[in-house]
């Protein structure tokens, strides 16, 4: 059964930072690209991030681009978000989603809240 | 700054058949977008539905299809069911970063 799993989410201020992880398993990670994806509350999906399956390239969205890096350790089938410069509207609910043209498998999501 | 356009919502009778279509302000849509389709219910972490544009996953119900119509993606049920009542959102390629629609929340009524 495939599963992806968030974690690291919590409360930081403005202009702090965080990293969150995502534990995949139930398939061959290094085959598959990954995305993350948040939804701020009451709001719609907005993607955030892919990297490639290698690891070897990486999109963002214009509202994170400069401030949050994606990256993955296929040795530990583990994604990472690193976020820095946080802004409130950064806060959200971040999921973990597997696939590049089918994204199929989603966590259940870690909460970011940004606030002093 | 790409946007992608869905109906904010739209209300069906059980039984029903209704389509929800995602516009993209860069022109018509097409395969080369990869429209994907999820389903997300209140309280719940979406639920893929469709991807490249028609094709179902195992789990997806004989009543959702996917296809191109006038420019758009779309996502057609077919006998509505009390339990489709939710947030639906497409999300299309553009040869790198992706974008969600909007979302239509659907009302079975």
């Known amino acids: 059964e495939v599963q992806v799993l968030e974690s690291g989410g919590g409360l930081v201020e403005p202009g702090g930072s965080l990293r969150l992880s995502c534990a995949a398993s139930?398939?061959?990670?290094?085959?598959?690209?990954m995305n993350w994806v948040r939804q701020a509350p009451g709001k719609g999906l907005e993607w955030v991030s892919i990297?490639?399956?290698?690891?070897?390239?990486?999109y963002y969205a214009d509202s994170v681009k400069g401030r949050f890096t994606t990256s993955r350790d296929n040795s530990k089938n583990t994604l990472y978000l690193q976020m820095s410069s946080l802004i409130a509207e950064d806060t959200a609910v971040y999921y973990c989603?597997?696939?590049?043209?089918?994204?199929?498998?989603w966590g259940q999501g870690t909460l970011v809240t940004v606030s002093s | 700054q790409t946007v992608v356009t869905q109906e904010p919502s739209l209300t069906v009778s059980p039984g029903g058949t209704v389509t929800l279509t995602c516009a993209s302000s860069t022109g018509a849509v097409s395969s080369a977008y990869y429209p994907n389709w999820f389903q997300q219910r209140p309280g719940q972490a979406p639920r893929a539905l469709i991807y490249s544009t028609n094709i179902k996953y195992s789990w997806t119900p004989a009543r959702f299809s996917g296809s191109l119509l006038g420019g758009k993606a779309a996502l057609t049920l077919s006998g509505v069911q009390p339990e489709d009542e939710a947030d639906y959102y497409c999300?299309?390629?553009?040869?790198?970063?992706?974008?969600f629609g909007g979302g239509t929340k659907l009302t079975v009524l």
């Open positions: 989603v597997k696939g590049d043209h089918a994204v199929d498998s």
């Open positions: 139930g398939f061959t990670f290094s085959n598959y690209g």
């Open positions: 990297v490639s399956n290698n690891g070897g390239s990486a």
């Open positions: 999300l299309l390629y553009f040869g790198g970063a992706r974008v």
